[in-house]
């Protein structure tokens, strides 16, 4: 018994770490045993800094790809292909049909000058044949003691005449067949530029569908970086805390408790309580 009043005897509570127990022997409720403590103190002082630079380095590495200016020159180009810019031609393919016109165009030229030089060439050699031609007649009358008359004169008159027509017709000739050969290369020439700007024409279709659908996705995609930026900033700190959780969970408690010991008052309470309900 305890006593007249009883009594009350504390139970103190009971730990159980499944590492096991400090090198005392004892459990205690948050320490665990120096295993734990050196697992904690490699985490403080070597694991969690190295990963916190690593992080820093990652984050200032997707700011900067987060901000990169390709976005925005990529973003503007595909506006102006969903726009249509390019449909009826390109900067490239705008120089490249002028540098072709002005290449056949120089070569029709030099061709031209080249063919008017011969005709000058065969004007000059024909009329100075003819000239020589005149003048030994002339020197033969005289050396004959003939007279060049009229009619001889009216003669070389005639030929030369003719020949000045002969000239002009090759000269008419030769220029209106470099005008349809220079006609001809030009409509040649514009018939495939025209080909290539239809070519581009449908490129730039196809790219305008291509970049309606590349458009969100660009705008998605330089956001979705933007989202895990804050994310960096606790990228060294989840993985300690998935080891310090693991390290400091899995022990148990048993509470504390408080035993009474019953003395004599609490019998004799318990003995009156029994009579009081049979009545007596």
């Known amino acids: ?33 120096e295993a734990r403590d050196q697992i904690f103190e ?44 390019r449909l009826n031609g390109s900067p490239f393919l705008d120089r490249s ?5 002005k290449a056949l165009a120089t070569s029709l030229g030099s061709n031209q000058e080249a063919a008017m030089r011969r005709l000058a060439t065969t004007r000059s050699d024909a009329q100075t044949n ?11 009358f005289t050396r004959s003691g003939l007279r060049f008359g009229t009619g001889n004169q009216q003669a070389q008159e005639a030929t030369n005449a003719a020949l000045q027509a002969q000239l002009a017709r090759a000269e008419n000739n030769t220029t209106g067949d470099l005008t349809g050969q220079a006609a001809a290369a030009t409509a040649g020439l514009e018939a495939q530029l025209a080909q290539g700007n239809q070519a581009n024409y449908q490129a730039e279709r196809q790219a305008q569908t291509q970049a309606a659908a590349l458009m969100p996705q660009s705008i998605t995609g330089q956001a979705q970086l933007a989202q895990t930026m804050p994310g960096n900033e606790y990228a060294a700190v989840a993985p300690a805390a998935q080891i310090i ?14 035993m009474k010991t019953p003395g004599a008052l609490d019998y004799i309470g318990q003995v009156a309580g029994i009579a009081g309900m049979a009545g007596y």
Not at 50 to 75: C, D, F, I, L, M
Not at 130 to 139: E, P
Not at 245 to 258: E, W
């Open 42 to 85: 490699q985490l403080q002082g070597y694991l969690y800094p190295r990963a916190q630079a690593s992080a820093e380095k990652a984050g200032k590495v997707t700011e900067g790809a987060v901000y990169n200016p390709g976005w925005g020159g990529t973003q503007q180009y595909l506006r102006g292909v969903i726009g249509g810019n």
């Open 1 to 33: 018994m305890g006593g007249l009043c009883g009594g009350t005897k504390s139970i103190k509570p009971d730990y159980t770490d499944p590492l096991g127990p400090r090198k005392d022997g004892t459990m205690g409720p948050t320490g665990g045993p």
């Open 245 to 258: 959780q693991g390290l400091a969970g899995g022990g148990s408690q048993t509470p504390g408790q408080v």
């Open 130 to 140: 003819l000239a020589g031609t005149q003048a030994a007649q002339r020197s033969g």
């Open 97 to 101: 049909n002028a540098a072709s016109r």
